[in-house]
């Protein structure tokens, strides 16, 4: 796939915290490069001489984040951008400091104030009409007069799919417009409602149930749900009779979701036939869902409990039918007594083509998600768990055991500690083992561009089939990524640890007991501030081994086969090591990407057949790193999660293998 050239339409615009700013490309009207004028001393409390800039993946019409450490509390810093770097320009307020940006394509994108910790962030929203691959290069500066100082500039590339990597479109759901008039309405504060009466706007029904406990809407049926809350108690069935062209809508109306309350007494939902969508409502204090239809959405919905309250069910979401999607929305404080499980969303037995994107979903007292305990039969398959944020709940934040063909994208979790039936584990993969002959255990996951910290355990693989851990960035955590096999474990297949950065790990970054497994690969990670061992591997032999074109930080520390290897040297000197470095990272001030004269640029190895096998299974293009910079940018793929764009590369025109 070749990427566009590097330009930027004027007519696509920015907005910065809601509102518009200055252009991507430079119009008449942009805000040029004089950024005032004046002598600006540094402040006594000033960080000193060095700021950082990181930019968030640029996602067509989502938030992206421009964050900047190194100010001093309370600073202003200017964040300018253009459409490539150059030598200018050269603004008065810098007091002589010229900026590294292509000066008639350079605009101030905006300022930011700096917290009490000296990290500015400002906040755009990316135009959903933006296009794909289109490059913007922004650089932050602070003026303090002839003291000014600037961070180095960042290249970033406008991601190709508003999904995360590796995730393909749901089949239903994801653009389906809601912004629709009614054909029927739910008001119980109004008037004039009636639930015998039409349900128009002047009349509406003063429930969804019409004061039952079932309801069923013809294809096409658009339902304006205002007023609230309402009380709920029993067992409620949604029937969707909507199609692909006429699907179902059930929308919340107002700035506000329209809660549903259970009211501490047990109140079930299951949704069930083909193509309907459920938008802005909120499910409060004691209410369970089941998925049982196909084509199916929730978007923007909540299911809750107050922090004091107990639920007596396990999962809250049980997804049992097929193509599903959850999306936008927020799954929390469900909690039973004594730590009995309560898990957010499960994939039950039987589902399939079922997408959780751009969830959050925190303190639930079993797993955030979890796939599927005993589901031998029928384990769910295709299950797609993207850019959700997954935070503190009792056990996991996903948990896989019987279910296979699994993406795992882009998702930022944390919060992880020992429970009585957890030892911590952010993503826990197998821990009820594996047994191809009765269906038993997880295969062909892949856990991709993934941001994990402050968690006992990252990634914990107990029992699998095929397993990548690709592109992620993991740190603050006990362990990285750990291979502690099942007892009941048999027939492992590969496991592939590429391109991550694993850092500021308090055990061991990379931990493989019992080894089991036919290939281990460990390509291309960028390993640091460890306090034990980057690689422990004792009962692992070369025949299975491989660990290539890896940055160790600081002294080599690798143990494969009992035998200890304490220098790069040595470790390259076996059969089953090439390539591997131990040098400082070298990363940008105050963030994990490397800087332009890293050891880490261009030093990776090629990963195109870990792409190409993704490619094989799920059609999709997995060569791009956290911020949706292709990989390679330039000579070759750098190592570690980010790679440094090559803006000679990209002026080139790279080509991608998809």
């Given at each position: 796939?070749?990427?566009?050239?590097?330009f930027?339409a004027?007519?696509?615009?920015?907005?910065?915290?809601g509102?518009?700013?200055?252009?991507?490309?430079?119009?008449?009207?942009?805000?040029?490069?004089?950024?005032?004028?004046?002598?600006v001393?540094?402040?006594?409390?000033?960080?000193?001489?060095?700021?950082?800039?990181?930019?968030?993946?640029?996602?067509?019409?989502?938030?992206?984040?421009?964050?900047?450490?190194?100010?001093?509390p309370?600073?202003?810093?200017y964040?300018?951008?253009s459409?490539?770097?150059?030598?200018?320009?050269?603004?008065?307020?810098?007091?002589?400091?010229c900026?590294d940006?292509?000066?008639?394509?350079?605009?101030?994108?905006?300022?930011?104030i700096?917290?009490?910790?000296?990290?500015?962030?400002?906040?755009?929203?990316?135009?959903?009409?933006?296009?794909?691959?289109?490059?913007?290069?922004?650089?932050?500066a602070?003026?303090?007069?002839?003291?000014?100082v600037?961070?180095a500039?960042?290249?970033?590339?406008?991601?190709?799919?508003?999904?995360p990597?590796?995730?393909?479109?749901?089949?239903?759901?994801?653009?389906?417009?809601?912004?629709?008039?009614?054909?029927?309405?739910?008001?119980?504060t109004?008037?004039?409602?009636?639930?015998?009466?039409?349900?128009?706007?002047?009349?509406?029904?003063?429930?969804?149930?019409?004061?039952?406990?079932?309801?069923?809407?013809?294809?096409?049926?658009?339902v304006?749900?205002?007023?609230?809350?309402?009380?709920?108690?029993?067992?409620?069935?949604?029937?969707f009779?909507?199609?692909?062209?006429?699907p179902v809508?059930?929308?919340?109306?107002?700035?506000?979701?329209v809660?549903f309350?259970?009211?501490?007494?047990?109140?079930?939902?299951?949704?069930?036939?083909?193509?309907?969508?459920?938008?802005?409502?909120?499910?409060?204090?004691?209410?369970r869902?089941?998925?049982?239809?196909?084509?199916?959405?929730?978007?923007?919905?909540?299911?809750?409990?107050?922090?004091?309250?107990?639920?007596?069910?396990?999962?809250?979401?049980?997804?049992?039918?097929?193509?599903?999607?959850?999306?936008g929305?927020?799954?929390?404080?469900?909690?039973?007594?004594?730590?009995?499980?309560?898990?957010?969303?499960?994939?039950?037995e039987?589902?399939?083509?079922?997408?959780?994107?751009?969830?959050?979903?925190?303190?639930?007292?079993?797993?955030?998600?979890?796939?599927?305990?005993?589901?031998?039969?029928?384990?769910?398959?295709?299950?797609?768990?993207?850019?959700?944020?997954?935070?503190?709940?009792?056990?996991?934040?996903?948990?896989?055991?019987?279910?296979?063909?699994?993406?795992?994208?882009?998702?930022?979790?944390?919060?992880?500690?020992?429970?009585?039936?957890?030892?911590?584990?952010?993503?826990?993969?197998?821990?009820?083992?594996?047994?191809?002959?009765?269906?038993?255990?997880?295969?062909?996951?892949?856990?991709?561009?993934?941001?994990?910290?402050?968690?006992?355990?990252?990634v914990d693989?107990?029992?699998?089939?095929?397993?990548?851990?690709?592109?992620?960035?993991?740190?603050?955590?006990?362990?990285?990524?750990?291979?502690?096999?099942?007892?009941?474990?048999?027939?492992?297949?590969?496991?592939?640890?590429?391109?991550?950065t694993?850092?500021?790990?308090t055990t061991?970054?990379?931990?493989?007991?019992?080894?089991?497994?036919?290939?281990?690969?460990?390509?291309?990670?960028l390993?640091?501030?460890?306090?034990?061992?980057?690689?422990?591997?004792?009962?692992?032999?070369?025949?299975?081994?491989?660990?290539?074109?890896?940055?160790?930080?600081?002294?080599?520390?690798?143990?494969?086969?009992?035998?200890?290897?304490?220098?790069?040297?040595d470790?390259?000197?076996?059969?089953?090591?090439?390539?591997?470095?131990g040098?400082?990272?070298?990363f940008?001030?105050?963030?994990?990407?490397?800087?332009?004269?890293?050891?880490?640029?261009?030093?990776g190895?090629?990963?195109?057949?870990?792409?190409?096998?993704?490619?094989?299974?799920h059609?999709?293009d997995?060569?791009?790193?956290?911020?949706?910079?292709?990989?390679?940018?330039?000579?070759?793929?750098?190592?570690?999660?980010?790679?440094?764009?090559?803006?000679?590369?990209?002026?080139?025109?790279?080509?991608?293998?998809?």
């Amino acid at each position: 796939m070749r990427r566009h050239p590097m330009f930027f339409a004027a007519t696509l615009a920015l907005s910065t915290c809601g509102q518009p700013w200055a252009s991507w490309a430079t119009e008449p009207d942009a805000v040029p490069y004089d950024w005032g004028k004046g002598d600006v001393s540094a402040p006594a409390d000033a960080a000193g001489d060095a700021i950082g800039l990181q930019v968030s993946p640029l996602v067509p019409g989502q938030s992206a984040s421009f964050t900047v450490a190194g100010a001093a509390p309370g600073e202003l810093v200017y964040i300018g951008r253009s459409t490539a770097t150059g030598s200018g320009p050269c603004p008065p307020l810098l007091g002589g400091l010229c900026l590294d940006l292509d000066a008639p394509t350079t605009a101030l994108l905006g300022t930011a104030i700096a917290d009490a910790t000296g990290t500015a962030v400002l906040t755009v929203t990316v135009p959903s009409i933006a296009p794909g691959g289109y490059q913007l290069v922004t650089q932050a500066a602070i003026a303090r007069g002839v003291d000014s100082v600037k961070s180095a500039p960042q290249t970033n590339f406008i991601a190709p799919s508003d999904l995360p990597v590796g995730i393909p479109e749901p089949s239903f759901g994801w653009r389906t417009d809601t912004q629709v008039a009614g054909t029927l309405f739910v008001d119980n504060t109004h008037p004039n409602c009636d639930d015998n009466g039409p349900g128009s706007e002047g009349t509406p029904l003063c429930g969804l149930f019409r004061g039952s406990q079932s309801a069923t809407f013809a294809a096409g049926t658009v339902v304006h749900v205002a007023g609230g809350p309402y009380a709920v108690s029993g067992n409620y069935n949604l029937t969707f009779e909507g199609t692909a062209n006429d699907p179902v809508l059930i929308l919340g109306q107002g700035a506000s979701r329209v809660r549903f309350d259970g009211g501490g007494q047990r109140a079930s939902f299951a949704y069930r036939g083909s193509y309907g969508l459920v938008e802005n409502l909120d499910f409060y204090h004691k209410t369970r869902h089941l998925i049982a239809g196909d084509h199916l959405a929730l978007r923007n919905v909540a299911v809750h409990n107050p922090d004091d309250a107990f639920i007596d069910f396990n999962p809250v979401v049980s997804v049992v039918g097929h193509d599903v999607l959850i999306s936008g929305s927020e799954i929390f404080n469900n909690r039973q007594e004594n730590e009995v499980d309560s898990h957010g969303i499960q994939a039950s037995e039987g589902s399939y083509n079922v997408w959780i994107l751009g969830n959050e979903l925190h303190n639930n007292s079993g797993d955030s998600f979890q796939a599927c305990h005993g589901c031998f039969s029928e384990p769910p398959h295709h299950i797609y768990i993207g850019r959700n944020v997954m935070h503190e709940d009792r056990e996991n934040a996903i948990d896989l055991k019987a279910v296979h063909d699994v993406v795992i994208s882009e998702n930022l979790v944390y919060g992880y500690t020992v429970s009585a039936t957890s030892v911590g584990e952010a993503i826990i993969v197998g821990s009820t083992g594996y047994d191809a002959g009765i269906g038993k255990g997880p295969r062909r996951i892949w856990i991709l561009n993934n941001e994990i910290h402050d968690a006992d355990y990252g990634v914990d693989i107990l029992g699998a089939d095929d397993v990548a851990v690709i592109g992620n960035l993991l740190h603050n955590l006990g362990v990285g990524v750990s291979l502690l096999f099942h007892e009941e474990l048999w027939n492992v297949g590969n496991l592939v640890v590429a391109a991550n950065t694993i850092t500021d790990i308090t055990t061991d970054a990379i931990s493989i007991k019992d080894c089991q497994p036919d290939v281990i690969q460990v390509r291309n990670n960028l390993i640091g501030n460890i306090a034990e061992r980057h690689i422990r591997a004792p009962s692992c032999s070369a025949a299975v081994f491989t660990i290539d074109n890896n940055l160790f930080d600081p002294a080599v520390s690798v143990l494969v086969d009992f035998v200890q290897y304490d220098t790069v040297e040595d470790l390259n000197a076996q059969s089953f090591a090439t390539g591997n470095q131990g040098a400082d990272p070298g990363f940008e001030f105050g963030f994990w990407m490397p800087d332009a004269n890293s050891p880490a640029v261009d030093a990776g190895g090629d990963l195109s057949d870990l792409y190409d096998a993704f490619f094989a299974m799920h059609g999709g293009d997995i060569a791009w790193d956290r911020a949706w910079t292709p990989r390679p940018s330039g000579l070759a793929q750098d190592v570690g999660a980010y790679e440094r764009p090559s803006l000679n590369a990209h002026e080139n025109g790279p080509t991608l293998a998809h």
